[in-house]
Every structure is written in C-alpha cells, then in structure tokens.
C-alpha cells in the first residue's frame, strides 16, 4: 500500500435458448428472481445520471488547492575514497579528506498534495504526509497554498494526526474564499459516481471520474482509522489530501492512497471517510489531540492455517501474539496464544478487527473481550489506555530479522526425536550461548531449529535459527516437549499445529504448520 504522494516508487449473461426454455416451464413457479432479472435493474441513478460533469466541476474546482512544502534535508557526505593517496587533495571533495565520512550538508528538497478549504476564512484539509517531512533528517521550512487563480499563500499548520493522515491548514487571504462542505459517506454504495479533484504529477485542476469500487474497505494498516473508500477513479502523486465528490458535489472522502505494484494508477485508489475524517478535523480546528484506545497487545489475524491448528471457525476473532508488560492486557491477565473473538458483543472479524474496535474506544472505559483460552470460552474486562504516538509504538518493537546460526555451533545438546520430524524440523535446546549467536533477547525461552526439511510445510515457513516456544499454547523446552505438542495434535484430529517463533529481535509471531 502506497501514499499517493511516493506513487513513483479488481457479468457476464447466461441465455437460454428455446429447449431449455421448455423445460423451465414444467418446473413450479418460484417467488426468487435473479438478481440481475431484466427491467428490475436501471444503469440510471434515482435522478438519471448527468450528461456532464463540467458544470457541478466548474463549482467545485474553486476550492480545491495545490499545497507543497519546501524543506531542508541533511545528508551525510560519503567517505573520500582517495584519502590517503596522492590524490586525496585533489578530491576531498568527496568527503572533506577523511576517510570516516565528510561533513554533514543541507539540501533543499520539496514535495506536492492536493487540498481543499472547508471555510470562507480559509481553513484547508489534506493529508498529513502531504506536509510532513519526506524522509529522515528533513525539516519542512514552509508550507505554501496555491489557489486555482494562481495566487499563491504561506500556510500555518493548524493541527496534524499521523495516525489517520489528516491535517488542517490556514491561509489569510482577502475576502471570503470559496469553499466546499462534507457530505454524507455513511449512506455510500458501491456503484456511485464520485469525482476527484486534485494536483497529480504537479497538473494543477485536473478532474478525474470513476464509482466506489467498495466501503468501509480494510487495508491491513489496523488502528482507528482503516476504512476506507475504494474507487477506480484515477488517483496518482499529487492527488494526496485531494478531495472525493458525490454526485450532489459534497465531499465524501479525501484521496490518500493507491495500491500499484508499478507506482502508477491502476484503478484502485482509497479515500478516508467523510464520516471519520470530519470528527478528526474538527478537534485539530480546535487546538485538539486526536485520542484513541489502547490494548497492549501484538495481534495476528486467525488464518485458515491458524484456525485449523486450534480447531477453530474459520475468520473467527485475532490471537494474541505478545502482551506488553505492565499494559492494559497485562493487567487485565490477557495472555499470548488468546484468541479475541468479540469486544464489547461486538464480534471480531477481518472487516471489524479487533485493533479497529479497540482504538475507537474511548481510553480510560472498559472494554469487555471474549476470547477463548486453550479451547475454552472466557471472558476478561480490561480498562484501555490511551494509544501512544506512532513514534513511540514502532520504537517498543524488533529490529532486523538479518541473523543466522554457525556452521561449526556447538552440537552436542542437540536432541532429535521422530515424532518432531512429523512437522519437519530438527531443534535443540536454546542455550545463552546459542541466544547470542542467533541474537534474541536472553530472556527467550525455546528451542532453536537446526535442521529444516525444505520439502515441508515448516520448510516454506521457517529456517534455521529461529526459536520456538511454545506449541498449540503449550510452552517448549525440549524436543520432547514439541513432539508431544504434535502427537496431542494428530491424536485430536487437527492437520496442523500453531507454533510461537521468535526471530532475532522481533516479536514473537504464531506460525501454523502442517503435519506430514
């Protein structure tokens, strides 16, 4: 999934002919039609669809902006590669002669979006990567509104939520500015026209048309804010923060995303919600700060392969993967390899996941979870806690998965029992000496994989070096410990068991494997 602002970087008719007919005709008349049956279908909206869009645009193009940013990178300079040698004079440039690196230097660089005014007074909405900085050591310098006139603003941001990518600006500028209102994404359907306005590729004023391809569309981002409106209406670099139109030229979403495999547009593009962005803008308006519910908790989806290991429905909730100490899951006695199946009645589902539910409870109430512990129903009330910044967040978690173990490591405790081999895998008791070799965190506890049978399910999924420490819930110590998680499993009928990996220093992760 890709911010459009990096954009460089989904009826066919069965006819029947006279024979089939007749037969049709002998059966018993049913009240169920199809639903695409003749004349019960018009390509027409409720009010006819326009021969043109050039009027409702030519209105609503007054309010829609070109916003940049300029902004001052540091870089550091590389090393002078002739340092040392006769040349080294002559080139320090490269490096200012030394061979650790030259001096630090500042470039200027820039970025685009789109934006529109939701006021006379001159209050803008757009994206907050819109006029963030563009890359680590970047300081945006000033943020300008181009208007469609071509005059152009030096903009103060108002408020800004990393979280949602939303941001409001404000520009001074004479007399009433015109301006668009919200509308009403809440009663969208798929098949509606809709329009985007905005700045792609710098061409300032461009209109592009297109229908909702899907809602409340759930991109896998997780938090409060993923839902969006998909359209294949033409979204590229620069249409960020531009906004989406119904056919009554209301706003009903801001254009933020594409997914592309090649950077370009190929006709799916995501736009946030009016109906969640607008409760977002208001409090930023007003000097606020955007809060949201917080768990304390690494989650996985239940994938088929994860359902089949612990003898669960399918689509059935999200397992825990990892509490962290001292959060509001940890209080309330939650446990990795918990799988969360509703929040406050509320069922978990991947279109209603549980980080969704949980961010957009208000921090400090109570949320009550069922979940199910080693194949039991419970129950556990946890009192959330207000999200941390993204910043924060992404520091609490692993680092590279780049490790390996030895060659030559020392063998001699290892352990190989056959009814392991059942899932492909060779382990060994995880000593310290090992940890530090294969670089996770001393406090792990676990196996580690010696040997993998490429030709296994595990083969395709695992490799040498990662650890396991637990199986279907069960902690593993030994290789004796794992093979009696894999024969409780076949025992029980289940083709496949959910083992906790941990790799390096990233958090643990359930993987389910298959039984041979």
């Known amino acids: 999934m890709k911010t459009v602002r990096y954009a460089y970087a989904l009826t066919g008719a069965l006819l029947l002919g006279g024979t089939a007919a007749s037969v049709m005709l002998q059966r018993p008349a049913i009240a169920q039609q199809a639903q695409n049956e003749p004349g019960s279908i018009s390509a027409a909206a409720p009010r006819g669809a326009p021969m043109s869009f050039a009027d409702m645009v030519a209105r609503l193009q007054p309010a829609v902006v070109n916003i940049s940013t300029d902004q ?46 939701i006021s006379p007074d001159g209050y803008i909405v757009t994206n907050n990567h ?75 004023g461009t209109v592009t048309a297109g229908i909702i391809s899907a809602v409340h569309r759930v991109t896998g981002q997780g938090g409060a804010n993923d839902r969006f409106i998909q359209t294949d209406a033409s979204i590229n670099q620069g249409n960020s923060g531009g906004p989406m139109f119904d056919m009554n030229g209301n706003v009903i979403g801001i254009n933020s995303q594409i997914f ?11 736009a946030i919600p009016a109906e969640e962005a607008r409760p977002i803008v208001d409090t930023l308006m007003k000097g606020g700060t955007v809060k949201r519910g917080y768990l304390g908790v690494g989650i996985q989806p239940v994938t088929d392969d994860i359902a089949a290991a612990l003898g669960l429905p399918k689509n059935a909730g999200e397992i825990i993967g990892r509490v962290e100490p ?46 199910i512990r080693d194949g039991k129903p419970t129950t556990a009330n946890v009192t959330v806690a207000t999200r941390p910044s993204e910043d924060q967040l ?89 093979a009696r998680g894999v024969q409780a499993a076949k025992s029980a009928g289940r083709p496949q068991v959910l083992l906790m990996v941990v790799r390096g220093r990233n958090p643990g992760a359930f993987v389910p494997v298959k039984i041979k």
Request: charge should be negative; glycine fraction near 14%.
């Open 72 to 117: 001052k990178v540091t870089v550091q300079q590389p090393a002078n590669p002739f340092a040392g040698t006769p040349f080294g004079d002559l080139f320090g440039q490269f490096g200012g002669g030394g061979g650790r690196g030259g001096a630090p230097v500042t470039r200027e660089a820039q970025s685009l979006g789109s934006g529109f005014i």
């Open 326 to 371: 001292g959060g509001p899951a940890a209080k309330a006695g939650l446990r990795a390899g918990d799988v969360v199946t509703k929040v406050n009645g509320t069922a978990v589902t991947p279109d209603t996941t549980l980080s969704y539910m949980i961010a957009n409870v208000e921090p400090g109430a109570t949320a009550r979870l069922d979940i």
């Open 130 to 204: 819109v006029v963030a900085a563009g890359m680590r050591g970047a300081v945006v310098t000033s943020i300008r509104v181009t208007l469609p006139d071509r005059k152009e603003y030096v903009a103060k941001l108002v408020g800004r939520d990393a979280a949602s990518d939303l941001a409001v600006l404000k520009i001074s500028a004479p007399g009433p500015l015109p301006y668009v209102r919200w509308g009403d994404s809440a009663h969208a359907r798929v098949g509606d026209w809709v329009i985007a306005i905005g700045n792609p590729f710098g061409l300032g």
């Open 394 to 482: 992404a520091a609490t978690t692993g680092s590279s998965d780049d490790f390996s173990a030895d060659d030559d490591d020392d063998q001699s405790g290892q352990q190989q029992a056959a009814p392991a081999n059942a899932i492909g895998l060779t382990v060994q008791p995880l000593t310290a000496t090992i940890a530090r070799q294969i670089g996770v965190d001393s406090t792990v506890q676990g196996v580690v994989i010696s040997q993998v049978d490429q030709s296994s399910d595990a083969g395709q999924k695992l490799r040498r070096g990662d650890v396991i420490s637990a199986i279907n819930g069960t902690p593993v110590r030994s290789a004796a410990d794992l």
């Open 260 to 270: 592309s495999q090649s950077g370009g547009n190929i006709g799916i593009g995501f």
